[in-house]
């Protein structure tokens, strides 16, 4: 019976530690996918619309061609 408890214990670390990980990959896929929205959105925007947000439409562009991966 105690060599049981031993064998099971390592098995529910590591079970919680994949629960984390598992946790932490769907996070960076929900922020990849938020970037390319927002990328997207950022694409459809007016001219006038830059002026508000204070930016120019080169400087959108120059943003959404970087990778989705890197903030």
Known sequence: M???IRRE???RTLVAYA???T???HE???EWRRRVRMCNELLT???HDF???GCTRDEANAECRRPFWRA
């Open 9 to 11: 214990l390592p098995i």
């Open 28 to 30: 960076v896929i929900a």
């Open 2 to 4: 105690a060599m049981l």
């Open 51 to 53: 002026r508000d947000m």
């Open 45 to 47: 925007l007016g001219d």
């Open 23 to 25: 946790f932490g990959v």
């Open 19 to 21: 629960k984390r990980a």
